[in-house]
């Protein structure tokens, strides 16, 4: 059980290039999300997903795309890069959506955009 | 709407004292806490959640926190720090609307001195 991997670990961009953050979960979990981390600001909700071809926007969605035609899969889309997403992407999954359900987070990708 | 403030960015204890992170929170409807433990180049993992059982929640590796409604705080404590705790912590908050409403606290960097 891998539980969420995310891929590449690390990336460069420089601005105005395009690139798409993968996340796989293998534990069959419906809900799926994307966080980035910024330091001091602790994570903030870019998109989620409550099922395959089910997606809505979170906090922070300006400048992502996202898609999901599978459970296991949720890949984040940067179409134009801009220097303002420099930040450590984090994939997260949960099987349910109740408040209670604790989310299993994935390592992570750190993006520098130059 | 619901916040999460974290005394502290950075804490510095040495190895056997006590470990104490704050954590306030405010939300319009009874809430779900957690805190999550990042450990250096990894993903978040959950150490402990309040779902409104037990008001004081023990979790993974010697920690507990306790959900004081009066004081609206939930703090993280263990009685003896270990070089291994050495992380960042993250408090977070859900009311009953949903993982996607998770809010998190900006994070407590714990140091801990040999």
């Known amino acids: 059980n891998a539980g969420v991997t995310q891929t590449p670990k690390f990336r460069i961009l420089k601005i105005g290039q395009s690139m798409t953050l993968q996340c796989t979960q293998d534990?069959?979990?419906?809900?799926m999300y994307w966080y980035r981390q910024d330091p001091g600001m602790g994570l903030k909700l870019i998109y989620y997903?409550?099922?395959?071809?089910?997606?809505d926007k979170g906090e922070v969605p300006n400048g992502y795309n996202v898609s999901r035609s599978t459970t296991e899969d949720f890949p984040l889309r940067l179409e134009l890069a801009a220097p303002s997403q420099t930040s450590v992407y984090f994939c997260a999954s949960s099987y349910g959506a109740e408040g209670s359900e604790t989310q299993y987070f994935g390592p992570g990708t750190r993006l520098l955009v130059l | 709407a619901q916040s999460v403030t974290q005394l502290g960015s950075h804490v510095s204890v040495s190895e056997g004292a006590l470990v104490l992170l704050r954590c306030n929170y405010s939300s319009s409807v009874p809430p779900y806490l957690f805190w999550y433990v990042q450990y250096p180049n990894q993903g978040l993992q959950l150490l402990l959640k309040?779902?409104?059982?037990?008001?004081l929640v023990k979790g993974i590796n010697g920690f507990e926190a306790e959900f004081k409604k009066s004081e609206t705080s939930f703090h993280l404590t263990k009685p003896s720090a270990h070089m291994s705790d050495a992380a960042e912590y993250f408090c977070?908050?859900?009311?009953?609307?949903?993982?996607?409403?998770?809010?998190f606290g900006a994070g407590t960097r714990l140091f801990v001195k040999a």
């Open positions: 309040y779902t409104s059982a037990a008001t």
């Open positions: 534990m069959n979990h419906n809900y």
């Open positions: 977070a908050v859900t009311g009953n609307t949903g993982g996607f409403k998770t809010i």
């Open positions: 997903s409550v099922g395959a071809g089910i997606t």
